[in-house]
């Protein structure tokens, strides 16, 4: 009895510190960025929970000073930087995210307007360009420099090339006269560097061929199934002089070096199609990557209604079949098993066999763009080449309505078995927590769940980033997306650890400017989740939040140890646990501090919801991000706590790789 009244007495001294935590960080005032351009940033007062003694955080005036300087567009005479920016603007480029170093170039395109921001790892700001991209579907640019900042990218490039997101990367590369001189340290070649992580590359040495290598590029971009491109500049050619258009080589209007025709289906493939969703009682469309980008979510939907089809998601993004929808299959998982035909829209990554959880008996449609990649790694009934929305125009106006209410039942069934399973994880989660005086991640899923879709907040309003290893496994389960890019589904296909408060900050920026189906939600804010073994690589980017008044609130699960802490003692290794774990109770939200934002610590379930609303509330109302430091335990991912680490299952909304 003593002890129980001691943990209730910590506990209301925890949260009666936390309230106190709260009220002093309301020193912390700031309006949040608006529109395309910058709104004045008010400048933080001091915070009493610092050092007397010393200044508090501000945000420098040069920041909101020169954020709302209008754009200044280049004409001739340009630098090649400049021509390469001007281009840049030309092509739609819709965000640019960076750190200091290759300074002609990165001046250049902040000069043209288009939307910029410097953070502090190349890295993590590779990973926001790739969320911008993941939830806009628009291109993004981010910029590298020689050796370790170009180093520092190479994860994070081979996570957008895994996930097909149309990243321009631009790196600078010295100078061509200093080749093979061993000149500085940081010379290097970086084309080799990515090769296999990306659609196409460049080191140019010529400067006139500035604006023809600029059209390869974009032609790579915005043609066929979408990778990261790679231009280097050297110093010779960002530094460029160009008096008037005829010294460029292949100056020409975008019209003439690239086409917006896009491949339409075989007339006979699509009646083939037909016959098959004919002949199925549980036909299931895979709805992934090119049906986002090709904006085909509108075609989806009639064609999924008027045959009663289901569709599962399977993609770096969700939300462009609805999760609330009578036909979605992504929480539906004894339904995907029953499938009996299944048609890949967009699947440009594809699985293995026995990838996805289809049955053996199950035929195969994959409709795809690039025709040398159909009939890899799953053996296919049907190929379609075929751009995605012009395949589902086709199929929408071949085939014949119908209704299929014994698949709609299964469907609803499948997809009430998955909720109770999740319910059942709750009440676990519930029980473990009083058990242990900490938070279960199934209670913050359900809670994360609640606060976002069943209470005052639009359930379409807020993006989310899903990240995280074994908290992923939880809140992939509670997670829904309602429309369009509403989830950037940051593990997909590659295992980057830790990119996720830079996804975040892409995220953020994209519904910060409204842009492509953000545009409704414009400023609103964002979700972010990770794990404390993947905050490490990506949570310095609190400052970049800070700075630029981005709205998020990132949930950090805090369980003391990476995913796979029993592999030290648990397979017969010696001498090997410790390698697996962290100090406890570490205070993660203190950084976030630190760095000009709010934190939050939570230790019980009766904590995270409150704390949501408060980061959630100053993020509207301020433009203050907030990190919530959420303690779990280690021995949460043991069989002691079953279920402990969940499968996950692909396609939907449990995919963690696909």
């Known amino acids: 009895m003593a002890k129980k009244e001691g943990a209730k007495k910590s506990k209301a001294s925890n949260s009666a510190e936390q309230e106190s935590v709260v009220s002093r960080r309301n020193f912390i005032k700031g309006t949040a960025i608006a529109g395309a351009g910058a709104a004045a940033l008010m400048q933080s007062e001091n915070s009493e929970a610092q050092d007397q003694d010393g200044p508090g955080i501000k945000i420098p005036e040069e920041i909101p000073r020169t954020l709302a300087e209008a754009a200044k567009p280049a004409n001739f005479p340009m630098s090649g930087a400049e021509v390469f920016a001007k281009f840049c603007s030309d092509e739609g480029v819709a965000g640019f995210f ?13 000069a043209e307007g288009i939307p910029s921001y410097g953070g502090r790892c190349e890295g993590n700001m590779v990973s926001a360009a790739d969320g911008f991209i993941r939830v806009t579907g628009e291109i993004a640019a981010t910029s590298g420099t020689e050796g370790p900042g170009f180093t520092n990218m190479i994860m994070n490039i081979g996570a957008a090339n895994a996930a097909r997101s149309p990243l321009l990367v631009i790196a600078s590369n010295k100078t061509i006269g200093e080749d093979d001189t061993e000149h500085g340290i940081q010379t290097a070649y970086q084309q080799s560097q990515t090769d296999g992580l990306k659609k196409w590359g460049k080191r140019m040495i010529t400067p006139n061929r500035i604006y023809e290598y600029s059209a390869y590029a974009f032609r790579q971009l915005k043609t066929g199934v979408p990778k ?8 010779e050619i960002s530094r460029a002089r160009f008096e008037e258009p005829g010294e460029l080589q292949y100056y020409y ?24 969703v004919q002949q199925a009682s549980r036909p299931m469309i895979v709805a992934s990557t090119g049906v986002f980008y090709d904006k085909a979510w509108e075609a989806l939907l009639r064609v999924a209604e008027k045959n009663d089809i289901a569709v599962v998601e399977s993609a770096p993004q969700r939300g462009h079949f609805s999760d609330g929808h009578a036909l979605s299959a992504s929480t539906g998982l004894d339904a995907i098993r029953s499938a009996d035909l299944v048609i890949l829209i967009g699947q440009y990554c594809m699985p293995s066999i026995g990838e996805f959880a289809f049955g053996p008996d199950a035929r195969w449609i994959r409709i795809d763009p690039d025709a040398t990649d159909i009939g890899r790694n799953v053996p296919i009934d049907l190929g379609i080449v075929s751009s995605e929305k012009a395949a589902l125009e086709a199929l929408e106006d071949a085939l014949p309505s119908r209704t299929r209410q014994g698949w709609r039942d299964e469907l609803a069934a499948a997809r009430k078995a998955f909720d109770d399973q999740s319910e059942e994880y709750y009440r676990l989660g519930l029980k473990y927590s009083a058990d242990t005086e900490s938070i279960h991640p199934a209670v913050m899923g359900r809670q994360l769940s609640d606060f976002l879709y069943n209470g005052d907040i639009d359930r379409q309003q807020t993006a989310v980033v899903s990240g995280g290893y074994g908290i992923g496994r939880y809140t992939r389960r509670y997670l829904r997306a309602y429309r369009p890019g509403q989830i950037c589904n940051g593990a997909y296909q590659y295992g980057a650890i830790g990119p996720d408060v830079g996804y975040t900050v892409g995220v953020g920026a994209a519904v910060q400017h409204g842009i492509g189906p953000q545009a409704p939600y414009k400023g609103s804010p964002v979700i972010g989740i990770t794990g404390d073994a993947g905050a490490a690589y990506s949570i310095m980017e609190f400052d970049t939040l800070g700075k630029y008044r981005i709205p998020a609130v990132m949930i950090v699960y805090n369980n003391n140890a990476w995913g796979v802490w029993t592999s030290g003692g648990g397979r017969g290794a010696t001498r090997a646990q410790h390698m697996y774990l962290f100090q406890e109770n570490l205070r993660y939200e203190k950084i976030a501090e630190a760095l000009g934002c709010n934190g939050e610590y939570v230790t019980s379930p009766e904590q995270f919801t409150p704390a949501l609303e408060r980061g959630y509330k100053l993020a509207a109302t301020e433009g203050i991000s907030t990190l919530i430091n959420c303690q779990g335990k280690k021995e949460f991912w043991t069989n002691e706590f079953p279920p402990s680490m969940p499968r996950h299952f692909a396609p939907g909304a449990l995919a963690y790789y696909k």
């Open 228 to 235: 990261p491109v790679h231009l280097d500049f050297p110093g």
């Open 253 to 276: 209007d975008k019209t003439r070096y690239r086409t917006e025709s896009k491949a339409h289906p075989n007339p006979a493939d699509i009646t083939r199609a037909v016959e098959m």
């Open 98 to 110: 960076c750190c200091p170093g290759n300074y002609n170039m990165i001046n250049a395109i902040a």
